[in-house]
RNA sequence: CGGGGCGUGGCGCAGCCUGGUAGCGCGCCUGUUUUGGGUACAGGAGGUCGUGGGUUCGAGUCCCGCCGCCCCGACCA
């Protein structure tokens, strides 16, 4: 994208309402803009980050043998009716009429829409497991919306839910998602925590969360260093193998992890002094085992090998696609804007003209913008330098790529990685081949 | 839902107490200038002062209702 060209409404000053650094510079660096308390519109930068969160979500479903669909985001008040949760829900559940009297309700959840799709559709126990999955706008009116997108009303969830034969199977399908959340959590540079979690209003007793560290987390938490060094990407897990499934349960709940009201001064004493952390986390992700419940309720049952009818076991699984923009700001920015981690970074890198109209600094940009084929953002603006330094800054590209009539001259650039601060000069090609590779 | 605060140009704010026909900085547009960390000068555009009613000769300013937004707390992907 050329900036000039682009929309990416950049501001300079900090908007009164946003109280946090992720809010103040999802707004400052136009990746969103709110429509009402709560609700926000996506623009370009924050799409594609939002776009790429997702990639990386729907990957790791489909890789764990999920199946992906798209159920509505509007709903039929029965099917919360068969399942009692229409009167439990409460006034987070933003209720609809249509012009037929008929109530409906914005989703804030799926299980019963899911336990309908699964009884029409399946019959027997031939066809499980089974898990399925989608990527939808959710809505929860709640009472105090704050923290922009991290705590909105209106937000983007994966939600999945599997379906089992027995309660073996269950557990089966719980771990396989709950590696798929430690290698996605991985591949957007994250450090996830998964905590026991106490099973709220879905109801069960098996259940996690998934925190990441940020110093403005919205709970406290304990957990053993031990949790830091682990590659669930190259540690050898496979999905498909009960035995590497075994292994990874045991390793990550064998140790110590829990947030303020899960917390155990005993246990916590048991792990040693030395890999003690507590800290501040953001849940971005939660997975229910929850057995029966819906499927009871809402009588979805399919015949077992005994020809006999039974209900199978469930269990959902949550990624708060849309909270994981500002969490992941929340654990990564600085005083000058974002730090992007590269897999969900908008663009591999900015091109930064220092001198738009000069013949060596135009062909070198031209041509390098060519060549990132829509993965670079070039800043081709008129303006200053400091301008556009300070707003690749701000945007947090993972990469900025600095061309000045000063190393055009000779062919060199300037390459900057915006963690570290680090720059070289380099020449075009070296300069394209460290960002592209 | 309890407590508090705020709605004045795109953003940040002053003006309100003590009514007299709207102002500052940034941004935006034009020109000149400048060109490696938010350049300088000059000119310019842009405001139903959230909204409805009331008081008054006159309301951004005073009074009442409503709406919206934010903060603290309780609650939550």
New binding site residues.
């Given amino acids: 994208m050329r900036l000039s060209r682009g929309f990416i409404p950049?501001?300079?000053?900090?908007?009164?309402?946003a109280?946090i650094a992720s809010h103040r510079l999802m707004l400052r660096a136009g990746l969103v803009r709110?429509t009402?308390?709560?609700i926000y519109a996506w623009l370009p930068l924050g799409l594609r980050v939002l776009r790429n969160i997702e990639r990386i979500v729907r990957e790791e479903q489909n890789a764990a043998g999920a199946h992906e669909v798209l159920m509505p985001t509007i709903q039929p008040a029965e099917l919360w009716k068969e399942s009692g949760r229409y009167d439990d829900y409460g006034k987070?559940m933003l209720r609809i009429t249509d012009r037929h009297e008929r109530e409906m309700l914005y989703g804030p959840t799926n299980e019963e829409m899911i336990t309908d799709l699964f009884r029409q559709c399946v019959k027997s126990y031939r066809d499980l497991p089974l898990n399925l999955y989608h990527i939808q706008w959710k809505f929860?009116d709640?009472?105090?919306?704050?923290?922009g997108v991290?705590?909105?009303?209106e937000?983007l969830?994966k939600d999945a839910y599997s379906f089992d034969v027995d309660h073996a199977g269950a557990v089966r399908s719980y771990r396989t998602m709950m590696l798929a959340y430690m290698r996605t959590f991985q591949r957007m540079g994250l450090k996830a925590i998964p905590m026991v979690a106490d099973t709220?209003?879905i109801g069960g007793d098996l259940s996690h969360?998934f925190i990441i560290l940020a110093p403005t987390g919205?709970s406290q938490v304990y957990y053993d260093a031990a949790f830091e060094s682990v590659d669930y990407l190259a540690g050898g897990f496979r999905h498909e193998s009960d035995e590497d499934l075994e292994r990874f349960f045991t390793d990550i709940t064998s140790r110590y992890a829990a947030t303020e009201e899960m917390h155990s001064a005993e246990k916590w004493a048991a792990v040693p002094a030395t890999s003690q952390r507590e800290g501040r986390g953001i849940?971005?992700?939660?997975i229910f085992y929850f057995g029966t419940k819906y499927t009871k309720a809402m009588n979805a049952a399919v015949a077992g090998a005994d020809g006999k009818m039974f209900h199978p076991e469930m269990g959902s699984y949550?990624i708060?696609v849309?909270?994981l923009v500002g969490a992941v700001i929340e654990a990564s920015h600085d005083d000058?804007g974002i730090v992007w981690p590269d897999a969900i970074a908008p663009f591999k890198a900015a091109i930064l003209n220092?001198?738009n109209g000069d013949a060596a600094c135009d062909a070198i940009c031209e041509d390098l913008y060519a060549r990132f084929g829509g993965e670079a953002l070039y800043d081709d603006r008129s303006?200053?330098?400091?301008?556009k330094?300070?707003?690749a800054?701000?945007m947090g590209h993972p990469w900025q790529i600095?061309v000045?009539?000063?190393?055009a001259a000779t062919g060199k650039v300037?390459l900057?990685r915006r963690a570290t601060g680090e720059?070289v000069e380099l020449s075009v090609d070296e300069a394209f081949a460290k960002v592209a590779g």
Avoid at 10 to 17: A, D, Q, R
């Fill in positions: 950049t501001i300079k000053e900090t908007p009164s309402e109280q709110q009402s308390a709560g987070e929860r709640e009472v105090r919306p704050r923290f991290m705590r909105g009303r937000f969830m709220g209003p969360e919205e849940e971005v992700g939660h949550g708060g849309s909270r000058a220092l001198k303006d200053r330098a400091g301008v330094f300070n707003d800054d701000l600095v000045g009539p000063r190393g300037e900057k720059r």
